[in-house]
C-alpha cells in the first residue's frame, strides 16, 4: 500500500532572484548537497559528473553524453550508469575503514561485503568485486539465486561471501559447495533450526562450515526501515538462542566453526546516534560470547549507512546526520573501547554497505514532452444578452481583483464555481456558460497566485491553490518501473534538468508519467528548505528537446521496478571516464531495454502467436473487401514492427 503523503507549503523563491547564475541552479536544486562532489554545473548551464572529485579532473559533460546516445539512435528514457563513481565509492568506503584501523591502532582488519540485492546487475556487481579486489572486498547474497550469482563472481579467496536470509538445505548446500571450493563462505544463522540443517549437512558432505550467528539487538532505528530491528525484527536469534546455539555447538565440539557475530537495524539509517547505540549493544554482545568460549573472528555491523538524498543532512528519513568517515570512526573506535574494556581481541570488522555504494553512480534520464497547465484554454468570454447571473458575477470578480482582496475574491470565485456546478445538473446552466465560468475562474485563480507569489504571509488555502495550479510536465518513463521508492514509500530523489541551468527557470511543476495510473506522478521534491510539492523547471519551447535527471536511482530503483503498464527494462548505457578524450568520457557499453514482445513474452503471451492472429484477422478484412491488399501488408508489418520496438513512448 502507498504511503500517504503529507502536505507541504513551501515554494522556492524565484522572485528574489534577479541576476540567475549557475550557483542558483546549485543552491535551487541542492546539487553540492546531495551529489557528494560528483556532481557539479559548468558554465554552459549544463550538468556534469566530476568522477574523480578533483578540481582539475576529467568532467564529463552528460548532455554530450545525451548527444552521442542522440547520434547512435539510443531512444529515451534510458538509464546512465557512470562506473568511475561506482568504483570510488568502493574505494572510498575501503580507505577509509583501513586509514581509521590504523589511525586506532585497531589490531582488527576490514572485510567489506556487497550486498547484492542492492542492485543484482551483473555489470554492477561485477564492477564492483573489480573495484574491490586489492581490499579483498566481498559479497553478501540472501537469496538462493543471488548466492550462486556470487559464488560464480566472487573468485577472491581472501574475500568474504556472507549468506543472510532464510535458508533452506539447498541453499546450505551451496554454501557448503563454495566452502568445498576453498572460498570463505560464512551462512549467518537466522533461525535456530537453520543451524541443526547446518551441521547435519557438515556431517553427510564432511565440510566443516563457517558459521554466523545474527542477534536481535535491542537497538532500533528510526525512518522507513525502523522495523527491521528490536525484539519484534523479522530476522535474528534472541540472545537466549544464541546462547543455545554455542552451547549446541560446544555439545557436538564445533566451537571452532563460530567465525561471526551479526546485527542489523535497518536500511537507510538516518541518525548517528542510532548506529553508536548499535555499535555499544552489539560489541557488547560479542565480548560476552568471546568470553562464553566462541572464538569469534569477525564482527559484522550489518548494513544501513545511508546517503543523504534530500541534501539537508539531517536525521530526516530521506537524509543523513553524518558522513561515511564519521560512521566509521564510530564503529572502529566505539568497538575497540569496548573490547579493550573486555579485555577480548579486537575481531575484523565486516560491513554490509550496500546503498552508499550504489546510489550516486546511476541515473534515469528522460525527455519531457508536453505540459498540463490548469486554466490555460482559450475561450470566448464576451457578454451576452440575457446571461446567467452567476456568469455575470464572475466576470466582475476578474475586473476587481487587486493584490490586497485576492483572498476575498478567492472565498468567492470558489463559492460561484459550486454553485455553478449545481445550477449546471438542474439544467440551469448552458455548456456554453459553464465553459465561460470555468475559463474566468482559473483566470481569476492565476492572477491570485501571481499576487500570492509575492505575498510573504499568503494564506494555506492559496498556497495549495498554488501546488494545485501547478504545471504537470510529461515525462517518458513509468515511476512504478524506474524510481518505485517515490510511489511505494515517499522517497525523495533527487531531480535536476541536465541542461539551461544558466537560465532561470520560471514554470513551478509536478512531473507525471505516461502510465495509465493516476498515481504515477512525483509531487515531492528536495529545496534548501526542506520537501516541497512543486519543483522549478524551464518553460517548454516547442520542438525544442528538454532532458531532466531523476539521480541516486543506482540503489534497489534500478532493481525493483515492475512492469506497470508492460513498459518493462529501459535502455542502459554504461559511461566510463577517458582524460585523454576530448569529451573526457566514452560509452562502453548499451544494454538495451525490453521490446515489447520480450514484456509480453514475461507475461506468458506467446509473440507469434499475437503476429499470426492479428495477420488472420487483417486477412480477413481483405476477403471481406473492407481493406485492401496493399493496405492489409502494411498493417500487419506495422503490428510486427510495433512487437519488436521500444515500449517507451518515441519523441
Not at 150 to 179: C, E, F, H, P
Not at 406 to 431: H, M, P, R, W
Request: hydrophobic fraction near 35%; glycine fraction near 6%.
Amino acid at each position: 500500500m502507498k504511503t500517504p503523503q503529507p502536505q507541504f507549503t513551501r515554494f522556492h523563491n524565484l522572485d528574489a532572484i534577479k541576476e540567475w547564475t549557475t550557483q542558483d541552479a546549485n543552491d535551487i536544486y541542492q546539487i553540492s548537497r546531495w551529489g557528494e562532489g560528483y556532481f557539479t554545473v559548468n558554465d554552459k548551464g549544463d550538468l556534469c559528473i566530476n568522477p574523480t572529485r578533483k578540481e582539475n579532473g576529467p568532467l564529463i559533460n552528460i548532455m554530450e553524453v545525451v548527444e552521442e546516445m542522440k547520434d547512435k539512435k539510443i531512444p529515451f528514457p534510458t538509464v546512465i550508469r557512470f562506473h568511475d563513481i561506482l568504483r570510488a565509492q568502493v574505494t572510498n568506503l575501503n580507505k577509509t575503514f583501513r586509514e581509521t584501523v590504523e589511525e586506532a591502532r585497531f589490531t582488527g582488519t576490514y572485510y567489506g561485503v556487497y550486498p547484492i540485492k542492492v542492485n543484482q546487475m551483473r555489470e554492477v556487481v561485477e564492477e564492483i568485486v573489480d573495484a574491490g579486489a586489492p581490499y579483498n572486498y566481498g559479497l553478501e547474497a540472501g537469496s538462493k539465486p543471488e548466492l550462486i550469482a556470487a559464488l560464480a563472481m566472487n573468485t577472491n579467496q581472501n574475500s568474504l561471501t556472507v549468506v543472510n536470509g532464510y535458508k533452506d538445505r539447498d541453499l546450505l548446500r551451496l554454501a557448503l559447495l563454495g566452502i568445498q571450493l576453498g572460498r570463505k563462505v560464512i551462512v549467518v544463522i537466522e533461525k535456530y533450526t537453520e543451524l541443526i540443517d547446518l551441521m547435519a549437512l557438515a556431517q553427510e558432505t564432511g565440510v566443516e562450515p563457517l558459521i554466523g550467528l545474527r542477534a536481535k539487538i535491542a537497538t532500533k532505528s528510526s525512518g522507513k526501515w525502523a522495523s527491521s530491528g528490536g525484539d519484534y525484527a523479522k530476522f535474528g536469534l534472541t540472545i537466549t538462542e544464541i546462547l543455545q546455539a554455542v552451547k549446541y555447538l560446544k555439545s557436538i565440539d564445533k566451537t571452532h566453526c563460530l567465525k561471526l557475530f551479526h546485527f542489523h537495524i535497518g536500511s537507510q539509517i538516518p541518525d548517528i546516534k542510532t548506529i553508536k547505540d548499535s555499535i555499544s549493544e552489539g560489541a557488547r554482545i560479542y565480548a560476552k560470547l568471546y568470553k562464553e568460549g566462541a572464538k569469534l573472528e569477525f564482527f559484522d555491523v550489518g548494513g544501513g549507512v545511508g546517503v543523504n538524498y534530500d541534501g539537508t543532512r539531517s536525521n530526516s528519513p530521506s537524509s543523513t546526520n553524518y558522513t561515511t568517515k564519521e560512521y566509521v570512526a564510530d564503529v572502529v573506535y566505539i568497538l575497540k573501547q569496548v573490547c579493550d574494556l573486555e579485555d577480548v581481541p579486537h575481531p575484523n570488522i565486516v560491513s554490509e554497505s550496500g546503498r552508499a555504494i550504489t546510489a550516486h553512480h546511476s541515473c534515469v534520464v528522460t525527455n519531457v514532452f508536453g505540459a498540463l497547465e490548469i486554466g490555460n484554454e482559450t475561450y470566448n468570454v464576451d457578454k451576452v444578452v440575457s446571461e446567467n447571473i452567476l456568469v455575470t458575477n464572475m466576470r466582475e470578480l476578474q475586473t476587481e481583483l487587486t493584490e490586497k482582496n485576492y483572498q476575498d475574491v478567492f472565498n468567492d470565485a470558489t463559492k460561484l464555481k459550486e454553485e455553478s456546478v449545481a445550477a449546471f445538473k438542474f439544467g440551469i446552466l448552458s455548456l456554453d456558460e459553464r465553459a465561460k465560468l470555468e475559463t474566468m475562474y482559473w483566470k481569476i485563480c492565476k492572477g491570485i497566485v501571481d499576487h500570492a507569489s509575492k505575498d510573504e504571509y499568503a494564506p494555506d488555502e492559496i498556497l495549495l491553490l498554488k501546488n494545485q495550479m501547478a504545471s504537470q510536465y510529461l515525462c517518458n518513463f513509468s515511476i512504478f518501473q524506474s524510481a518505485p521508492d517515490t510511489w511505494a514509500i515517499g522517497q525523495i530523489l533527487p531531480i535536476v534538468p541536465l541542461h539551461k541551468l544558466n537560465e532561470k527557470p520560471t514554470e513551478l511543476c509536478t512531473l507525471v508519467d505516461i502510465t495509465c495510473d493516476s498515481d504515477g506522478k512525483i509531487d515531492t521534491f528536495l529545496s534548501a528548505d526542506g520537501p516541497t510539492n512543486t519543483m522549478p523547471l524551464h518553460k517548454l519551447n516547442n520542438g525544442d528537446d528538454y532532458y531532466i535527471g531523476l539521480f541516486m536511482t543506482g540503489a534497489y530503483q534500478d532493481i525493483m521496478g515492475d512492469n506497470h503498464n508492460c513498459f518493462g527494462r529501459l535502455n542502459e548505457v554504461h559511461v566510463f571516464c577517458d582524460d585523454d578524450d576530448p569529451t573526457d568520457f566514452y560509452i562502453e557499453e548499451v544494454i538495451y531495454g525490453n521490446k515489447a514482445s520480450h514484456v509480453l513474452a514475461s507475461l506468458q503471451y506467446n509473440p507469434e502467436t499475437l503476429a499470426q492472429t492479428m495477420k488472420a484477422n487483417v486477412d480477413l478484412q481483405v476477403k471481406r473487401g473492407k481493406i485492401r491488399p496493399r493496405e492489409g501488408v502494411d498493417l500487419t508489418d506495422f503490428y510486427e514492427a510495433c512487437l519488436k520496438s521500444y515500449t517507451y513512448l518515441k519523441k
